[in-house]
């Protein structure tokens, strides 16, 4: 349970995450929100309070994650284990994944599909106390075609009849937002990424829905032609929108009208670059590639050209999320940070605007910026911090020294406390 504490740092993040306080304090209340950040030589009577000094860090917002599949395992046998394990041992690699990511920093996460009903019962025993993890905002399973992307773990909906009923049991189970399959992907054999699975009425259907019962629609689009369904659709937000040409032999077919589109329409897109990033970095040290299938052993675009087309749609106002895509191969449930490392390192951002990026921007997406996302009076005090400063290494985040969440510290001085 909370109790009012007092959190001291020798750098704390000011409320647009955009600057340092220097020698702040976090007070935080009995709810476990954030009163006030205040000097700390300004600091009265702190009896009855907790006093936490935690020194020479940097101290931030907790992370904001857009993207992860809880009870997947985040190595090159993801595919084989979604394919051959239980529930039992996947509710159990989702509670390991919840607790790896808070001690990372990560507080908010937002679960882009997980098998069965596993999910729930984690976000419910997280909130519940019974086991540690960030605050999860979860879409069930995603609805997908008949041998579909993801069909392992996914609702099979075909027509838009069958669509909108997926909505709506997922939306009877608990789910916050509703994730969609709009192309096939490269985790799935007998799926095509570079073609819609939907045509634009259904995905505008499950839109019309979700909209009714008070949630939002996350496509995953690795085609061009899914896309531009998902425009036309009106679905909220578009994961890896990496524009894959229809044609094996050409790799992208990148429309900048389409992004000027995504843009004026408020639409978020999570690149998952930062994946990208890791696996590099896990081959670089001697991994071997994740295996792929033919749809996407063809002509693949570069990791210049994506850099290049994205950072064309950033240039035209599209707004990016921070998601990796944890549990995929190489993107473990600890490397959240990547995603900010990733925005500033290959797209150009200010180590700041990278921050912002992995907190306060992501939590916009998330829909849930009144609550977290950044160090306000209000908010829950949700933070973690890192030695050094990041605003001048972005590397530096990867590396959580203290993680609060709730005005209760989950982790101090680099110890686990959960
Ligand atoms: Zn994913």
Redo the contacts with the bound molecule.
Sequence with gaps: MPEPAIFKASRIANSDTDGWLNEHAVVTDDAGRIEAVVPAATLGDASGMRVYDLGDVSLLPGLVEA?S?LHCSADLEAYANITSENDDRFVMRAVGAARKALLSGVTTMRD??SRNQVAFPVRDAIEAGVVPGPRLLLAGTPITTTAGHCWMFGTEADTVDEVVKAVRGQVKLGANLIKIMSTGGNFTPTSNPRTPQYPVETLRAAVVEAERLGVYVVA?SHAAAGIRHCIDAGVHQI?HCRWLSSDPTVPMDYDPEGATRLAAEGRWVDPTIGLATLGEEARAAGAPPRKTHWSVAAARPSREQIVEMLQDMRDRGVRFTAGL?MG?AYADFDKSSYNAITFVESLGYTPWEGIAAATSVTAGALRVEDTVGSLQPGKYADMMSVAGDPSTDIRALASSVDVVKGGVPVKLGGKALV
């Design positions: 993207h599949h882009l599909g995953h994961i895509d995929m």
